[in-house]
């Protein structure tokens, strides 16, 4: 009672808004551009920095050859050298970056799922500290055997619920600098594995600050961030959406004059002003087989991801063992070129029509690629701006085909 009551004072003594919030795009609306909303983007975004050390520290733990020149550095192939081939022709060492990848294919949907459930914020906690396990096991690993398996946990872990919890908790005037800093914070965690390898000398260490980097936005994400508003909603849930409010307003010291009761009464309607009802699974099914052209335009998008992928996970993880150029400063140009593309994207989709930046993009990124089997290795730097570009266009292939998955298909 003590401490509510310390509340309730703290509240009286902040300004207020002039009017009663009656509506979950109010609410979000009277926070934006605020302390608070720069805080959630911050702590939702550096999040992929843990999230791409993980996907592309590969190129570091088994590089082909001895293109990485630094010196004392220790690989995975220099702790165990002689892993024999799985099923006597399957490369070991690459089962390294593939198991992470199956471990994402197999199990990396059900933390969203689960969070429709139990709530965005609870799947985060658990996701980020069980990174930190992973990272764990894979940093103490006794054997290669079970690196293999702390790198199928990781996949497992991949996810991208903190960029729809920070969706859900600002307001869609302050989404493109949110898409930018999730662009930012993956580009600094990619650049950073290559001085990271060069500073600590082992593979192991990797992990290691991974690891601890994890740790930090677990403890961040327990302490200081709400449930996503959205998801209060949904769930009729007053008790955590008044969290969230006294957590805006503790942050940006204004009180808020919040109708509760009229927030949670009112659904998020369609354009038509209807309400959207709860759809199952079997009946997401059904309505793609009944719909021929939905059905059409889900396969040619995923396969447009599947290729997408494919490319950039090709380029990024085969950056350190090009036969031209500098290894470690390949792999940084190479994630460096990516922020761009997080920022041009979803402008270009604003300037001009989806297809037409589709069919652009993805036809930039095919020919760059196609480029480079004709341009000789000793034009060393005709080759690798044509590397370059092909993971700037990969990197917006992703970025668009992201963005009109959400747009072009039901919510429901």
Same mark, same amino acid.
């Given at each position: 009672?003590?401490s509510?009551?310390?509340?309730?004072?703290?509240?009286?003594?902040?300004?207020?808004?002039n009017?009663k919030?009656?509506?979950?795009?109010?609410?979000?609306e009277?926070?934006?551009?605020?302390?608070?909303?720069?805080?959630?983007?911050?702590? !939702?975004?550096? !999040?992929?920095?843990?999230?791409? !050390?993980? +996907?592309?520290?590969?190129?570091?733990?088994?590089?082909?050859? =001895?293109?990485?020149?630094?010196?004392? #550095?220790?690989?995975?192939?220099?702790?165990?050298p002689?892993?024999?081939?799985? &099923?006597?022709?399957?490369?070991? #060492?690459?089962?390294?970056?593939?198991?992470a990848?199956?471990? /994402?294919?197999?199990?990396?949907?059900?933390?969203?799922?689960?969070?429709?459930?139990?709530?965005?914020?609870?799947?985060?906690v658990?996701?980020?500290?069980?990174?930190?396990?992973?990272?764990?096991l894979?940093?103490?690993?006794p054997?290669?055997?079970?690196?293999?398996?702390?790198?199928?946990?990781?996949?497992?872990?991949?996810?991208?619920l903190?960029?729809?919890?920070?969706?859900?908790s600002?307001?869609?005037?302050?989404?493109?600098?949110?898409?930018?800093? +999730?662009? @930012? &914070?993956?580009?600094?965690?990619?650049?950073?594995?290559?001085? $990271?390898?060069?500073?600590?000398?082992?593979?192991?260490?990797?992990?290691?600050?991974?690891?601890?980097?994890?740790?930090v936005?677990? @403890?961040?994400?327990?302490?200081?961030?709400?449930?996503?508003?959205?998801?209060?909603?949904?769930?009729? =849930?007053?008790?955590?959406l008044?969290?969230?409010?006294?957590? %805006? !307003?503790?942050?940006n010291?204004?009180?808020?004059?919040?109708?509760?009761?009229?927030i949670?009464?009112?659904?998020?309607?369609?354009?038509?002003?209807?309400?959207?009802s709860?759809?199952?699974?079997?009946?997401?099914?059904?309505?793609? &087989?009944?719909?021929?052209p939905?059905?059409?335009?889900? @396969?040619?998008?995923?396969?447009? $991801?599947?290729?997408?992928?494919?490319?950039?996970?090709?380029?990024?993880?085969?950056?350190?063992?090009? =036969?031209?150029?500098?290894?470690?400063?390949?792999?940084?140009?190479?994630?460096?070129?990516?922020?761009?593309?997080y920022?041009?994207?979803?402008?270009?989709?604003?300037? +001009?029509? %989806?297809?037409?930046?589709?069919?652009?993009?993805?036809?930039?990124?095919?020919?760059? @690629?196609?480029?480079?089997?004709?341009i000789?290795?000793?034009?060393?730097?005709l080759?690798?701006? &044509?590397?370059?570009?092909?993971?700037?266009f990969?990197? %917006?292939?992703?970025?668009t /085909?992201?963005?009109?998955?959400?747009?072009?298909?039901?919510?429901?």
């Amino acid at each position: 009672s003590n401490s509510m009551s310390e509340v309730s004072e703290t509240d009286a003594m902040m300004p207020k808004t002039n009017c009663k919030i009656t509506t979950i795009d109010q609410l979000l609306e009277s926070t934006k551009w605020s302390p608070f909303c720069f805080f959630v983007i911050f702590v !939702q975004s550096i !999040q992929w920095a843990v999230l791409a !050390q993980m +996907f592309v520290m590969t190129a570091y733990l088994t590089p082909a050859g =001895d293109t990485i020149a630094i010196g004392s #550095y220790k690989s995975v192939r220099d702790e165990w050298p002689e892993e024999p081939p799985i &099923f006597g022709f399957m490369d070991s #060492y690459k089962m390294i970056s593939s198991i992470a990848f199956l471990g /994402n294919l197999l199990f990396g949907t059900i933390p969203n799922l689960l969070s429709d459930r139990f709530g965005r914020r609870k799947l985060l906690v658990i996701i980020l500290f069980g990174i930190v396990l992973a990272d764990t096991l894979c940093a103490l690993a006794p054997s290669f055997w079970v690196l293999i398996v702390g790198r199928f946990l990781q996949g497992c872990l991949l996810t991208a619920l903190n960029f729809v919890h920070c969706m859900e908790s600002i307001a869609p005037g302050c989404r493109f600098l949110a898409s930018c800093a +999730f662009g @930012l &914070f993956w580009t600094i965690g990619y650049c950073l594995v290559a001085p $990271e390898a060069l500073v600590v000398g082992s593979w192991r260490w990797l992990f290691g600050i991974n690891g601890f980097a994890a740790l930090v936005c677990a @403890l961040l994400q327990l302490l200081l961030v709400p449930e996503s508003p959205y998801y209060c909603i949904a769930q009729n =849930d007053r008790t955590k959406l008044e969290g969230f409010v006294r957590r %805006s !307003q503790w942050m940006n010291r204004r009180a808020y004059d919040v109708d509760f009761d009229a927030i949670l009464s009112k659904k998020k309607t369609d354009s038509k002003g209807e309400v959207p009802s709860e759809v199952t699974i079997g009946e997401s099914l059904s309505y793609f &087989f009944k719909n021929p052209p939905v059905l059409l335009l889900m @396969l040619v998008m995923g396969y447009s $991801e599947i290729a997408t992928m494919l490319s950039y996970a090709g380029i990024s993880l085969a950056s350190t063992s090009l =036969d031209v150029g500098d290894a470690n400063w390949n792999f940084v140009l190479s994630g460096l070129v990516e922020f761009p593309a997080y920022c041009v994207a979803p402008k270009l989709l604003d300037w +001009f029509p %989806s297809k037409f930046v589709m069919i652009s993009v993805l036809a930039c990124a095919s020919g760059s @690629l196609v480029a480079l089997k004709f341009i000789p290795h000793n034009l060393t730097a005709l080759y690798l701006v &044509f590397w370059l570009l092909s993971k700037f266009f990969a990197t %917006s292939c992703y970025m668009t /085909n992201l963005i009109l998955v959400a747009e072009l298909f039901p919510t429901n």
